[in-house]
Antibody, heavy 118, light 111 residues
């Protein structure tokens, strides 16, 4: 069955950077797009970014454009999210989800928590 | 403020039917048949329950159904059960630069 395992979260100071990873298994990774979605504590879901199956197309939410970078390594079945210039409001659980650019987001990982705090 | 508008809470008794609305615009819900609904239990990852307005993934109960009219989509849960108590989020593909938009979520309580 599909398994998505996020890692790389932690406590980080404002202005610093992190790289989140999502290791995929149970499906042919190179055939599918991948998304990142975040959820601030006690809040709703917010779409962050998507990358096409071949990595050629990427799209970002306006709120993270220019600071976050989505990428993938199909040889390792892993998708990444580089997060730079972190702000307090970036504190959230970050989920990766399987899905093409036009969706749907059909399988989700358990998430990794990023806490931005001084 | 979320891009899609959902009621904050909906409740019902076991066995009843409830409906959750999700209102967007002509740039998202009204533009595409790409509305999805996700269920999220506390501390858990979201789970896809409905995609493309009214399709159920394999394994999802037939008690869950979706529909759309204009800029508003709806999720109906029939024969409400205790296990249905969770948060539900709608989402839609969008013409705007932020490709995917979510609703603020609806807490379903089984009385």
């Amino acid at each position: 069955q599909v398994q998505l395992v996020e890692s790389g979260g932690g406590v980080v100071q404002p202005g610093r950077s992190l790289r989140l990873s999502c290791a995929a298994s149970g499906f042919t990774f190179r055939y599918f797009g991948m998304h990142w979605v975040r959820q601030a504590p006690g809040k709703g879901l917010q779409w962050v970014a998507v990358i096409s199956f071949d990595g050629r197309k990427t799209h970002y939410a306006d709120s993270v454009k220019g600071r976050f970078t989505i990428s993938r390594d199909n040889s390792e079945s892993t998708v990444f999210l580089g997060v730079n210039s972190l702000r307090l409001e970036d504190t959230a659980v970050y989920y990766c989800a399987k899905g093409d650019v036009a969706g749907p987001l059909d399988d989700w990982g358990q998430g990794t928590l990023v806490t931005v705090s001084s | 403020q979320s891009a899609l508008t959902q009621p904050a809470s909906v409740s019902g008794s076991p066995g009843q039917s409830i409906t959750i609305s999700c209102t967007g615009t002509s740039s998202d819900v009204g533009a595409y048949d790409s509305v999805s609904w996700h269920q999220q239990h506390p501390g858990k990852a979201p789970k896809l329950m409905i995609f493309d307005v009214n399709y159920r993934p394999s394994g999802v109960s037939t008690r869950f159904s979706g529909s759309k009219s204009g800029n508003t989509a709806s999720l109906t849960i029939s024969g409400l059960q205790a296990e249905d108590e969770a948060d539900y989020y709608c989402s839609s593909y969008s013409r705007d630069s932020t490709l995917w938009v979510f609703g603020g979520g609806t807490k379903v309580t089984v009385l």
